[in-house]
Every structure is written in C-alpha cells, then in structure tokens.
C-alpha cells in the first residue's frame, strides 16, 4: 500500500520561508514511472485546492496564487517530493496534503488523485 508522509509545515511571519516533504513509501518514483505527484492545500471552510503538481519527467504546473513563489522539485533518489514556498501570506495558511495517481497525467482536480498524505499545517500570520 503506497503511503505518502508530509512533513515540515510550521508557523512563521508573513514573508518568511518554508519547505514541505512529501516522502512516498512502498512507491519507488523514477524516470521511468508514469504518475503525477503533487500538493493541495485546504483552508477552514474551503475546499481542497491545487497547489502544484508535475509529472515524473514533466515541468511544474502551479495555482496562480502561487506561481513565483513556490517551487516544486523532486529527489528521485530519495523518493522525496518538495516544495519551497517563499515570500508567504497570511493567506497562505492552510493543510498541506501530498498526492500521487499513478498515471502520466496530472489535473488541477483533488479528486483525480487516488493515494493522500495526512497533512501538515502551514500557518503564516501577519
């Protein structure tokens, strides 16, 4: 059963720094695999919403709200996904959920995805 595990979420100050993990077990992601990975995010009282997402060989696609302040990257090696998401606004808070579909197709949709993480908190306050 492929598990996804976030971590690195916190508190910080409007403006600051943080880099989120996704480490995926019993999933071995490569050049060679055929899925999209990527992460959401879900406010209070809102609905899940795409962040970032790529294909194993594909580029980044990002939400509007985030693009230029993000970055999503990936450690084959370590069958880690990151993103680094600077310069954050209050708005920005949220859980932050890891996701993965074994297959070479990725959508803006939460309910494309078929394996979840639990979630990590990111919290920016003014």
């Known amino acids: 059963q492929v598990q996804l595990v976030e971590s690195g979420g916190g508190s910080v100050q409007a403006g600051g720094s943080l880099r989120l993990s996704c480490a995926a077990s019993a999933y071995t992601r490569s050049r060679h695999s055929l899925d999209c990975m990527g992460w959401f995010r879900q406010a209070p009282g809102k609905e899940r919403e795409h962040v970032a997402t790529?294909?194993?060989?594909?580029?980044?696609t990002y939400a509007d709200s985030v693009r230029g302040r993000f970055t999503l990257s990936q450690d084959n090696a370590e069958n880690t996904l990151y993103l680094q998401m600077n310069s954050l606004k209050p708005e920005d808070t949220a859980i932050y959920y890891c996701a993965l579909r074994p297959q070479s197709y990725c959508s803006s949709s939460s309910s494309w995805y078929i394996y979840w993480g639990q979630g990590t908190q990111v919290t920016v306050s003014s």
């Open positions: 790529k294909t194993t060989t594909g580029s980044p």
